[in-house]
């Protein structure tokens, strides 16, 4: 719960003066809708969540499940340009609120009155060099701070409501000011639900929630696919610490609003970005309040490393499946570099503004949890669960209104985004075009009857016949016999066999092989499935090479059309230009020229 809290708890820094920011005498109102969608909406969708993602993979895994094939690929990668928005923003924007707690401290230097900015990014480039260095997310850390912090929030939050109720008048006059400028109670609710989107920050910590679930014991009788135990603790886990952070939320808000005068948290105030700390300092004094200080910014800083842990975990997860990882992607420093540069640009763009990165952290938030609540609405579409179907949609609509609220109204993260995921896109499809001519097979197995094909083939050559399984009529297998026997002089025919690879999901990278022997018209014919032809034409000879001890020989005919529109469908469909392509691999794969299959085109 803790590794959860470094990103969940930590908004507590900077939330409240947000909330009072954006909904003014609104906010506790705006608050309560906050912790309505939390435990009515992103709980139940998050547990749904646990119990399907089990291993870490959060939402991201599930809708990669649902949404195969290149459009799902995609998609996925849309979502990892809003997940590394999320991340990067936790970085900067918690990394510049500490900095505010720095500079607003009464002990601190007067040299670093104004220097958010130049703070901040020592506070990043610190962050970088733990990275530079070797970094293991360190759980007792993580405990230690958050156990520190969310007392100290105890006693913060419990005397300032103390003091509140102990001043009626400043209660009444958020009151009035409430009833005053808003009129009826029915626009009161109305315009506290148009205001929440501008709070949906508070709903940082789920995501984080699912991704800690392998650090979860479970129980005895766990299995790697039914962890009952490991789900249930998630379970909890996700209760908790939703609970105690709405319980903060609407407590943190309501005092706030009531003590700290509304010019405080406008920019340059001494509320602005850490109301909670001005409550400190102002109630307990400054030795309690700079207690505090330190305290959220260790835990800020803390929860920026937790975010670039998230990154470096995320990336080499899904890219390298996809093929779209570059060589440089698994190592730990070149990316940590990259984070680090644009983590470098975001706080000059934003100049260190906590309030100004708001909306950009919101949408990456927004965005992930709106795609938990449409992937478990399309899983229980698909397993016919009519009840859950309706709740989940609902909850779906109402995230996907918040997400385009927030987005519309404050643009910034939906830009960041569409860069992050340009990036992406552009750098996958490099290296995936890169990577076209590697092997993409895990493994190659031979069935029993594939296996006697092989052995039973000439002892000296061993001939394959490439052949589409789409044409499988007994003609099309004896014009591709007598085509490839006049162009190539194949000799004996009843020692010949053909090879059909069958595309299943062309966007998929790797593939396990399994082949199969198949009799059709009296041929023999080695069948397997596949994303695609060359590369897993070439697997399957290497492998027969192997286990026989024989140089293959494979005969093609040369593919009809346009070269560059068949490279293409061969990038994208697994077809195309598949006799170069073949041979390219074997290259690439075998650079011993006499221990190559042999490649021949009529």
Sequence with gaps: MCLTGLDYFSTLGYQPAIAALAAGVLAPLATVVLVIVTLAGALPVYKRVARESHRGAGSIAMLERLLPRWWGKLFV???????????MITITLSAADAS???????????????QNIGITLVFIALLAAVFLRGFKEAIGIAVVLVAVYLGLNVVVVGTALAHAIGAPLQVNDWWTALTTSHGNPIMIVAIALLVFPRLALGLSGFETGVAVMPQIKG????????????IAGAHKLLTTAALIMSAFLITSSLATIILIPAAEFQSGGKADGRALAYLAHALLGEGFGTVYDISTIAILWFAGASAMAGLLNLVPRYLPRFGMAPS?????????????????????????????QGGAYATGVLVLITSAAVAVTLSAKRKGERGKIIGFAIVSLAFIYTTVANSIERPDGLKIAALFIMGIIVVSFLSRIRRAFELRATYVRLDDAAAEYVAAADTETLRIIAHDPKHDDAG???????????????????????????????????????????????????????????????????????????????????????????????????????????????????PELTQRPWVHVG
């Design 219 to 230: 129980r005895p009788g766990d299995t790697d696919a039914n962890p009952a135990g490991r």
């Design 328 to 356: 440089w992607a698994a190592a730990v420093r070149p990316l940590v570099l990259v984070f680090t540069v644009i983590a470098i640009i975001i706080t000059l763009v934003f100049k260190a503004d906590v309030n100004a």
């Design 476 to 590: 099309a297998y004896r014009r591709k016999l007598e085509q490839a026997g006049i162009d190539n002089r194949l000799g004996d025919r009843g020692k010949v066999m053909f090879m059909e690879v069958i595309i299943d999901d062309s966007s998929d990278f790797e593939t396990a092989l399994e082949v199969t022997g198949v009799q059709r018209h009296g041929y023999r014919i080695l069948q397997l499935h596949a994303s695609n032809v060359p590369n897993a034409t070439a697997a399957v000879l290497l492998h027969v090479r192997d286990v026989t001890g024989l140089i293959p020989h494979i005969y093609f005919r040369w593919t009809e059309g346009n070269p560059l529109l068949n490279m293409a469908k061969f990038l994208f469909l697994g077809e195309g230009e598949i006799a170069p392509v073949t041979r390219e691999v074997l290259r690439e794969a075998e």
């Design 77 to 87: 990668l849309a979502l990892l340009g809003f997940a590394a928005t999320d991340f």
């Design 100 to 114: 505010a707690h720095v500079i607003e401290n009464p002990f601190a230097p007067a040299f670093l009155h104004g």
